[in-house]
């Protein structure tokens, strides 16, 4: 039992860390080109990524299924049922609130310190630069919260991974099994754990997020 925890704990850290972790490299960049430049269809594309925070992931998990299913134009990978579909679905899904998040961050800076490092001679890159540093709590609480998306996530893990036993199961998947077979005692340990990670991650967050303002 105690093993079996452990696989399924170090599991799901593991694939909504390295989630997090791409979807990252992709939407903080994002978000900081939607949020400091000025262009047509701005608006439009960040109300688009604040709709699609609420994405049903069934219907998320249900269109990579059909893309991945070895019938599906993505068969070839043979990805469904792996680990590897799970991150893809889980970085896929929470691409949406890290770019929103960091949108929200960058937006929430007084616009007079852009101005003010302008006046002040600073190219627009290194005024965007200026304006970074002062959300620098906003963008690694959006990684944050994007981690714990990842990890909480169901619909996508369930229907991508399969939850198979000692290779796709995260917690998620395995409270989700267990309660249906009446384990309570076990689902409920891994409810524990699964609050206790949460803590954690954010405690952690934000004492680094603390030092780097520094």
Known sequence: MYWEILDIVSRSVYVAG????????????????????????????TSMFNSLIGFPTVLEGLILYLLLTRSGPLGWLNL???????IIGQALLITPLIVSFVVGAVEGVDPRIRDAAL?????????SIVVVSHCLRGIVASVMAGFNRAIGELGVALM??????????????????ETGL????????????????????????????????S
């Open 18 to 45: 390295l989630a997090t972790i791409a979807a990252s490299a992709w939407s903080i960049p994002l978000g900081l080109i939607i949020a400091l430049r000025r262009f047509r269809g701005r608006y439009v594309l």
């Open 160 to 177: 991508l991974g399969g939850d198979i036993r000692f290779k796709t199961r995260v917690i998620t998947t395995a409270i989700a099994f």
């Open 80 to 86: 469904l049922y792996t680990v590897n579909a799970i």
């Open 119 to 127: 006046t002040l001679g600073l190219s627009e890159w290194r005024a």
């Open 182 to 213: 009446g384990n309570w005692g076990f689902a409920l340990v891994l409810g524990f754990i699964f609050l206790l990670i949460i803590a954690l991650i954010t405690l952690l967050t934000f004492t680094t997020a603390r030092r780097v303002v």
